[in-house]
């Protein structure tokens, strides 16, 4: 996506021009859930000028109610008009940096807090740190009252076609109304598991690369619903077949020149992408809690089903962890397969650049590649070649997390205290359920 750099001016004129009706002023919370608050296009004014407030008190993660009064500062790069319809004329949305009632940047805000974690980049000289997102996601029916149900759309595999590939309108609606708004899109196809689909677009600054994640997903399930179909990104929706990820492409960046990228180094990867995948791969398990956030990124997380599971990097095969791309030059990148789209894209990429600045720094040197199926190599053979597993629960995930300072660090004291409190109330609520699996393999045998 095209990033604009829109004036105050350039907004009103838009909005006057396009019959903006309403704006939509979101943010995202701890957990990566897009909030917002609505107002009719008569308070623009006060938009621009950041004299709106909100009740933070009521967002998960962010404030206490005595200290509940935010403001919200509209980055006027992120101004879009929705391209669906409205009764009562258009939206906007702007996505806002969250401020606190003294005007200070609001910490709690995974945004702001990115921001932080790039201005630290910044210090180091690097200019940039691109991602491009490759987005998994279900298509589910929904019954006549529009609740969404188990059945799904299609029984296609990767790559289908029509009539297999019975959401492909769906899909193509999605491409397009993405393009209305800007978007890149390079592919869009059909996954490997029934109802899976994939729609890949253009890299983007970090920054932006998140703000694209979020509008995406909100797109997906707006087109979605017009088709009567419900569209989830939960990792593991359904057993016994594959789940969605989400994986990470990344470069750094310094000017217009890929640091990643050196002619004459070995496999034509320089120091600094050596480094930064070392800092990957060392604190891989100390991330994972953040970029596989929920109970149910642990049943994506198994053998057998492509998901990576052991830490390890090759420019090969796709079992690893971490996988290098053949492409050389400007497109040099890193590939991180874990990361499923359950994350706060903000708080993820904050983790990630966080663990290979640093490599950067301390010169992490990565273990040797691992170019043969690490699915079929044996306990012993995992172990000779220095490779571990990824956290198997999010209660051991996050026994990872508390243990690594880089990425408390990249999380910052605000959100690092939220996130792991609210998660292990979440681990607490699953682990007391009992599940239909049980009853069915306990029940009469014991």
Same mark, same amino acid.
């Given at each position: 996506?095209?990033?604009?750099?829109?004036?105050?001016?350039?907004?009103?004129?838009?909005?006057?021009?396009?019959?903006?009706?309403?704006?939509?002023?979101?943010?995202?919370?701890?957990?990566?859930?897009?909030?917002?608050?609505?107002?009719?296009?008569?308070?623009?004014?006060?938009?621009?000028?950041?004299?709106?407030?909100?009740?933070?008190?009521?967002?998960?993660?962010?404030?206490?109610?005595?200290?509940?009064?935010?403001?919200?500062?509209?980055?006027?790069?992120?101004?879009?008009?929705?391209?669906?319809?409205?009764?009562?004329?258009?939206?906007?949305?702007?996505?806002?940096?969250?401020?606190?009632?003294?005007?200070?940047?609001?910490?709690?805000?995974?945004?702001?807090?990115?921001?932080?974690?790039?201005?630290?980049?910044?210090?180091?000289?690097?200019?940039?740190?691109n991602i491009g997102p490759e987005p998994?996601?279900?298509?589910?029916?929904?019954?006549?009252?529009?609740?969404?149900?188990?059945?799904?759309?299609?029984?296609?595999?990767?790559?289908?076609?029509?009539?297999?590939?019975?959401?492909?309108?769906?899909?193509?609606?999605?491409?397009?109304?993405?393009?209305?708004?800007?978007?890149?899109?390079?592919?869009?196809?059909?996954?490997?598991?029934?109802?899976?689909?994939?729609?890949?677009?253009?890299?983007?600054?970090?920054?932006?690369?998140?703000?694209?994640?979020?509008?995406?997903?909100?797109?997906?399930?707006?087109? $979605?619903?017009?088709? +009567? #179909?419900?569209?989830?990104?939960? /990792?593991?929706?359904?057993?016994?077949? !594959?789940?969605?990820? &989400?994986?990470?492409?990344?470069?750094?960046?310094?000017?217009d020149k890929n640091v990643f990228f050196?002619?004459?180094?070995?496999?034509?990867?320089?120091?600094?992408?050596?480094?930064?995948?070392?800092?990957?791969?060392?604190?891989?398990?100390?991330?994972?809690?953040?970029?596989?956030?929920?109970?149910?990124?642990?049943?994506?997380?198994?053998?057998?089903?492509?998901?990576?599971?052991?830490?390890?990097?090759?420019?090969?095969?796709?079992?690893?962890?971490?996988?290098?791309?053949?492409?050389?030059?400007?497109?040099?990148?890193?590939?991180?397969?874990?990361?499923?789209?359950?994350?706060?894209?903000?708080?993820?990429?904050?983790?990630?650049?966080? $663990?290979?600045?640093? +490599? #950067?720094?301390?010169?992490?040197? /990565?273990?040797?590649?691992?170019?043969? !199926?690490?699915?079929? &190599?044996?306990?012993?053979?995992?172990?000779?070649?220095?490779?571990?597993?990824?956290?198997?629960?999010?209660?051991?995930?996050?026994?990872?997390?508390?243990?690594?300072?880089?990425?408390?660090?990249?999380?910052?004291?605000?959100?690092?205290?939220?996130?792991?409190?609210?998660?292990?109330?979440?681990?607490?609520?699953?682990?007391?359920?009992?599940?239909?699996?049980?009853?069915?393999?306990?029940?009469?045998?014991?």
């Open positions: 996506m095209v990033k604009h750099n829109y004036t105050k001016d350039d907004i009103r004129r838009i909005a006057k021009e396009e019959n903006v009706q309403f704006l939509r002023l979101m943010f995202t919370d701890l957990y990566g859930t897009i909030k917002n608050v609505e107002v009719p296009v008569s308070q623009l004014d006060k938009l621009l000028d950041n004299k709106l407030m909100f009740d933070g008190s009521s967002i998960d993660g962010y404030t206490r109610i005595e200290e509940s009064d935010m403001w919200l500062y509209p980055d006027l790069s992120t101004w879009m008009i929705f391209p669906w319809d409205s009764e009562h004329g258009k939206i906007a949305r702007v996505i806002c940096k969250v401020y606190n009632a003294d005007r200070t940047p609001f910490m709690g805000d995974p945004r702001n807090n990115l921001m932080r974690v790039l201005d630290e980049m910044k210090e180091l000289g690097f200019t940039d740190f998994e996601f279900f298509l589910f029916k929904m019954d006549e009252n529009g609740n969404p149900t188990k059945k799904l759309n299609d029984q296609g595999s990767y790559f289908d076609l029509a009539p297999v590939d019975l959401g492909e309108n769906c899909r193509r609606e999605i491409v397009l109304e993405l393009e209305k708004l800007g978007f890149d899109v390079e592919a869009s196809h059909h996954e490997v598991a029934p109802g899976q689909h994939e729609v890949d677009f253009k890299y983007a600054d970090a920054l932006h690369a998140c703000d694209n994640i979020q509008t995406f997903k909100l797109v997906v399930k707006t087109v $979605a619903r017009k088709h +009567g #179909l419900h569209a989830t990104f939960m /990792p593991k929706p359904l057993a016994q077949v !594959n789940g969605s990820g &989400m994986h990470i492409n990344m470069s750094l960046f310094k000017g050196d002619e004459k180094g070995a496999d034509q990867l320089s120091d600094e992408a050596r480094w930064f995948l070392g800092g990957l791969l060392k604190h891989a398990r100390n991330f994972t809690a953040v970029t596989n956030p929920i109970v149910n990124s642990y049943k994506r997380l198994v053998p057998g089903f492509e998901a990576p599971v052991y830490v390890a990097w090759s420019g090969r095969n796709r079992s690893p962890l971490v996988r290098v791309p053949i492409a050389r030059g400007v497109g040099t990148r890193l590939e991180l397969r874990s990361v499923d789209p359950s994350a706060n894209p903000y708080l993820a990429i904050a983790t990630i650049l966080s $663990a290979g600045l640093d +490599g #950067l720094k301390n010169k992490i040197e /990565p273990a040797a590649a691992v170019d043969r !199926n690490i699915y079929t &190599m044996t306990d012993e053979e995992r172990a000779a070649n220095g490779i571990v597993d990824l956290p198997s629960t999010l209660h051991n995930a996050l026994k990872e997390l508390r243990q690594d300072d880089v990425i408390k660090d990249a999380l910052g004291s605000h959100l690092y205290n939220n996130f792991v409190e609210g998660k292990k109330i979440e681990w607490d609520a699953y682990r007391q359920q009992v599940s239909d699996w049980e009853r069915k393999q306990y029940f009469q045998m014991y």
